[in-house]
């Protein structure tokens, strides 16, 4: 039976739920084309958001749909009743597994903006045997993290087969200049992981295992450790620093090459870092970083800490979004000759936690419902699943730029 609906936005009336419903509903309407509807577990707040979008006029033009996390009957009604369930409720660890499962025995389609990497191990461990044979395409880090660094290396590593007739056996990702700031439910993941790795020594073997996203009979490459030091980057002639979601996009990427069949080589190298534009800027961001982590590792500074930063369900104004951005730097080496590398540059127009990760998870799930599938069922990662029809719908309707770059 046909699916009344082609994306259902589940989480609908949190912050960046409703970040991606005004999204949708002013780049493709209600009641047109795409068919789509909101769900949540409150129908008042669902029902306010609506009145919102559409007005009292129309209010019945975009339906609403009741389920709750805790009840599996609920879900299997929910996701049977579309094409793709596009989820912003997080930490997905706690909240994100029985959708899961009742999307992949359903055979339904679904993305969401999970950074986990334990949580996605497990995922994929448990679930990506009877994903294949129902046909549902589970497709995360479909926000900020993972995609520019995941579509910015499938992107880089397409030019350079376009221009050079091979793929670059070596990807170096820089994160440039940014504003904006880590939204509540990216913190609460990452403080949901220092929790379960915690009680479990194998969660830290996990996050510590560079292709720990990959099959275990997967061919492992040369890569190692992610940066943990400041370090002078010879590529691009700067001073770098760690960057924070290195851990989660650099294991994306090692899958999105193993699900392509190896396209890239077996050996193919990747690492990620951010660009400081001193050796003083470099040690410094640094020694935040370590420092940011050790203070919510321990539970006396991190109760003083968590009171500070943003919960669940908050986020900056408008304004803010407005004003942010980010730019990410993909520098792709051909195999013999250094005259013949290329480097790519991914921007957004908006804060990438919030404004950017909104449109890009929005453009994810109507690229599965709408556009010609180039998967079939599995756990899969952006470029792996979507590819070059996900750039195309980012750049024309998303405010994402995927261009080349002159190497300085």
Known sequence: MAAEFDVIVWGASGFTGRLVTEYIAENYGIGRELRWAIAGRQKEKLEALRTTLVGNGEVNSLPILIADSNNRKSLDELVRQTKVICTTVGPY??????????????????????????????????????????????????????????????????????????????????????????????????????????????????????YSLCHPSSIRGKDGSDQSTFKYDTTFSQWTSPFVMATINGRVVRRSNALLKYRWGEDFQYDEAQLCKSLSKAIFATAAMGIGIGLVSFAPTRNLIEKRLPKPGEGPDEAARIRGFFEMFIHASHPTDVKKDLRAKVTGDRDPGYGSTSKMLAESAICLALDEKQSGGGIWTPSSALGSLLIDRLIKNAGLSFELVPID
């Open 93 to 210: 660890a706690l909240y994100g597994t029985a959708l899961v499962e009742a999307c992949v025995e359903s055979g339904t389609d679904y993305c969401d903006l999970t950074g986990e990497v334990q949580w996605m191990h497990r995922i994929i461990e448990s679930q990506e045997d009877k994903a294949k044979e129902t046909g549902a395409r589970i497709v995360h880090t479909c926000g900020f993290d993972s995609i520019p660094s995941d579509l910015g290396t499938y992107f880089a590593q397409e030019k350079m087969m376009e221009r050079q007739n091979v793929y670059a056996k070596k990807v170096t990702a820089r994160m440039g200049r940014s504003s904006g700031s880590a939204s509540g439910g990216t913190i609460a993941s990452l403080l949901n992981v220092l929790d379960e790795a915690k009680k479990d020594p194998s969660i830290r073997r996990v996050m510590g295992d560079p």
